[in-house]
């Protein structure tokens, strides 16, 4: 009963080509977020989900697209990966609540390795 | 743009000793700051979460402070054991510090 899983867990691939990684949350929670680990084990946001609307749209190419098909599922989409996208890639899933008190609880990540 | 950092970025202690770390952010608006736990090739474990309006909080051997006048919050393990050891993360809402990796010598 994980509450929040990604697929798939390690992902090797050429440069050039195009992968998804998908998520899933069943805490019922209406926000999802999606966070890149760098190799010098920095967490930066990518993009975050209410309720299937993006929120949150930091820079990041647009080679990366988000998407939300339901409350429970937010994937993501990169094309044309390049080098640097090798990356450990967390999603993460909170309930707003307008009072501070939106704990995140992350998955366990999709280690991205692009050759 | 908020910014959060963590000093010092590892710590090394001998077990039984209390552990204090750091976090700074710098924009006093915060929404929330959360401390979390993370392993070697793991994903993030949630310890802590401090609203805006509180000033601390605690779980077992666990008390994390807030002062957002001075954009600090300080995480205190008390009693640590090697099982403490892992990297510390702290977040004010989506912006993360780089960590602060500790060693609990037996």
């Known amino acids: 009963d994980t509450a929040v899983s990604q697929t798939p867990k390690y992902l090797v691939t050429q440069m050039g080509n195009d992968k998804s990684i998908k998520c899933e949350q069943n805490?019922?929670?209406?926000?999802m977020y999606w966070y890149k680990q760098d190799s010098k084990k920095f967490l930066k946001i990518m993009f975050s989900y209410n309720n299937k609307e993006l929120i949150i749209n930091e820079t990041v190419p647009n080679r990366f697209s988000p998407k939300s098909p339901d409350k429970a599922h937010l994937n993501l989409h990169i094309n044309s990966l390049e080098l640097g996208d090798s990356a450990v890639y967390f999603c993460a899933s909170s309930q707003a609540t307008g009072r501070g008190l939106e704990t995140q609880y992350f998955g366990p990540g999709t280690r991205l390795l692009v050759l | 743009k908020q910014e959060v950092t963590q000093i010092p970025a590892a710590l090394s202690v001998p077990e039984g000793e209390n552990l204090v770390l750091n976090c700074s952010f710098t924009d006093s608006a915060i929404y929330n700051l959360q401390w979390f736990r993370q392993d070697p090739g793991k994903g993030l474990t949630s310890l802590l979460l401090?609203?805006?309006?509180?000033r601390e909080q605690t779980s077992g051997r666990l008390n994390a402070s807030l002062d957002k006048s001075s954009g600090r919050s300080t995480l205190y393990i008390a009693a640590s054991q090697p099982g403490d050891s892992a990297t510390y993360l702290c977040a004010a809402r989506t912006s993360f510090g780089a960590g602060t990796t500790v060693t609990v010598r037996a």
């Open positions: 805490l019922g929670h209406d926000t």
């Open positions: 401090i609203q805006s309006s509180q």
